[in-house]
């Protein structure tokens, strides 16, 4: 039986997927870089230090990543004010998961200073026992390292566990750690490839909790 349930955050809880893409594109047009949504898809579920790197390297930019990361996270935060959304029927599927009694936790490539951010804007602090972000790892996904370290901090095997991703990364990491993952169709996310999921639904209110669960 499933104990505990790890979300993604990032077009998994919020609809943020958007505003990511939106503030990488201005911060790299400040470095005269026209980059594609597509290409920045590529990286959807990495960890920021993986992307900038790469793309510093590739266009050449004089630049470091502390640097070029902040100005993203500027912009960011500007555009999220703005606009967060909860993605579809997930604040249901949250409460109850809650009323289950099943562990929940979230395990994302955002600094946890983003995660804090979103989760305190949808009013969603409260419902998650722990929170593994960026600082918490060195490895990013496909590596399982962030799935196993929150199974590790709720006290529960992997093989307990449930991840809800958005992104092929991410479902990756999720099976290599041995966990059961649904894979959520998210069209902000760009065209991932959900086919190592379990299940796949673009609406958590569609979700059967209880099959889900087994």
Same mark, same amino acid.
């Given at each position: 039986?499933?104990?505990a349930v790890i979300f993604d955050l990032d077009g998994v809880i919020v609809e943020s997927e958007d505003a990511h893409i939106e503030s990488e594109r201005q911060t790299l047009q400040k470095y005269n ?88 804007? /949808?009013?969603? +602090?409260? =419902? ?7 600082? #918490? !790892? &060195? ?54 490839? /959900?086919?190592? +999921?379990? =299940? ?7 979700? #059967? !909790? &209880?099959?889900?669960?087994?």
């Amino acid at each position: 039986m499933i104990r505990a349930v790890i979300f993604d955050l990032d077009g998994v809880i919020v609809e943020s997927e958007d505003a990511h893409i939106e503030s990488e594109r201005q911060t790299l047009q400040k470095y005269n870089v026209k980059i594609t949504a597509e290409e920045l898809h590529a990286y959807t579920g990495t960890m920021a230090k993986i992307m900038f790197t790469e793309l510093i390297a590739k266009y050449k930019l004089n630049t470091t990543f502390e640097k070029i990361n902040h100005q993203k996270e500027e912009v960011l935060l500007k555009l999220l004010a703005q606009d967060a959304e909860p993605t579809l029927g997930v604040l249901r599927l949250i409460q109850e998961l809650k009323q289950r009694g099943i562990k929940l936790a979230i395990g994302s490539s955002s600094t946890k200073k983003l995660v804090n951010y979103i989760l305190n804007k /949808l009013e969603l +602090a409260h =419902a998650f026992d722990r929170v593994v972000a960026a600082e #918490d !790892i &060195e490895h990013s996904k496909p590596n399982p390292e962030i799935f196993l370290k929150a199974a590790m901090e709720l006290g529960v095997k992997p093989n307990q566990c449930l991840v809800i991703e958005d992104s092929k990364l991410g479902i990756d990491a999720a099976k290599s750690a041995g966990m059961k993952c649904i894979g959520y169709r998210n069209p902000h996310s760009g065209n991932q490839d /959900l086919s190592r +999921a379990d =299940a796949v639904t673009n609406d958590f209110s569609k979700l #059967d !909790i &209880e099959k889900m669960l087994i």
